[in-house]
């Protein structure tokens, strides 16, 4: 892979690192989804009680790099927007939040990452995802179905 400059070979170093470290996860399936308006999903996972988690990053435009996790059946998602000189502490403390032991909402990872410089957002989403669609596709409901934009 020829990456085009240092920050993009930082970037995948970050993104394989993160893959590497959440259990079950799933590259291929979702990785070039919105690849024609300047973003893509690097990785999915599956986690427990019916939530994925999946990444994405622009690459037109400002640098920018979001994580998403989201309940499949209710849809309920939280974004998390990291500025790039803050994505390795900011991406460690999500990752260690769902992938800990004790238990934590959304709303409560939202807030942690407020603090830390992440902005963020949540809301409930009527359409099923790329990774639902992977991980949880029993979970759509009346959520209008995934379509790959490949």
Not at 12 to 23: Q, R, W
Not at 38 to 56: K, S
């Amino acid at each position: 892979m020829i990456f085009p400059n240092k920050l993009s070979l930082v970037m995948a170093c970050l993104v394989a690192s993160i893959a590497a470290a959440v259990h079950s996860s799933d590259l291929l399936p979702c990785q070039l989804a919105g690849h024609d308006r300047g973003w893509q999903i690097d990785w999915t996972a599956r986690e427990v009680n019916g939530f994925v988690v999946y990444q994405t990053f622009t690459y037109t435009g400002p640098s920018r790099n979001r994580v998403f996790l989201e309940h499949c059946k209710s849809g309920r998602t939280m974004r998390a927007d990291f500025s790039p000189s803050k994505d390795g502490p900011l991406a460690r403390h999500f990752i260690e939040r769902v992938e800990g032991k004790a238990k934590v909402t959304q709303k409560q990872l939202a807030s942690e990452l407020k603090v830390r410089g992440a902005k963020t957002r949540l809301w409930t989403s009527r359409k099923e995802s790329c990774a639902c669609a992977v991980h949880y596709p029993q979970a759509r409901g009346a959520k209008k179905p995934y379509v790959s934009d490949r």
